[in-house]
C-alpha cells in the first residue's frame, strides 16, 4: 500500500504490520494501479502473481477460488487452477469410461 501516509508520532514495526494487514484485509492488495496486471487490465495469474500468497499466517490456505480473489482484489480477477473441479470431471468421465465398457463387454447394443 504505497499512498499510504504514515502516523506522525512514532509507531512500532508492529502496528505498521498489524495496519498493513487490515489494509489488504478491507481491500485486496491488486485493487489498485499499483498492480501491473491492473494496469494493463489483466486479471492476476495464480501462479505468477503473488499478491494471494500473503495470508495472515502459513496455517491459513486458500482452498476456493473465491478465497483467491478475496485475497487479490483485482477488479479484473484473477485466474485460478481449480484443482477440486479438474478432479470431479475427471473422475466422471472415468466413471462413465468404465461403464460404457463394462455395457459393450456384456451386450454389443448398448
Given amino acids: 500500500k504505497r499512498h499510504y501516509k504514515l502516523?506522525?508520532?512514532?509507531?512500532?514495526?508492529?502496528?505498521?504490520?498489524?495496519?498493513?494487514?487490515?489494509?489488504v484485509q478491507d481491500e485486496g492488495c491488486c485493487s489498485g494501479n499499483d498492480?501491473?496486471?491492473v494496469r494493463n487490465g489483466?486479471?492476476?495469474?495464480?501462479?505468477?502473481?503473488?499478491?494471494?500468497?500473503?495470508?495472515?499466517?502459513?496455517?491459513?490456505?486458500?482452498t476456493t477460488v473465491e478465497s483467491f480473489q478475496a485475497v487479490?482484489?483485482?477488479?479484473?480477477g484473477i485466474y485460478v487452477v481449480d484443482s477440486g473441479a479438474i478432479a470431479s470431471y475427471r473422475k466422471s468421465i472415468i466413471t462413465k469410461m468404465t461403464h460404457l465398457k463394462t455395457c459393450q463387454f456384456i451386450s454389443p447394443n448398448c
Avoid: I
Wanted: aromatic share 6%.
Fill in 7 to 23: 502516523p506522525s508520532h512514532t509507531v512500532s514495526r508492529d502496528e505498521l504490520e498489524q495496519t498493513l494487514f487490515d489494509m
Fill in 35 to 37: 498492480c501491473p496486471c
Fill in 42 to 62: 489483466l486479471g492476476c495469474q495464480a501462479d505468477a502473481c503473488s499478491c494471494w500468497s500473503h495470508t495472515q499466517n502459513d496455517t491459513e490456505v486458500l
Fill in 72 to 76: 487479490c482484489g483485482n477488479r479484473y
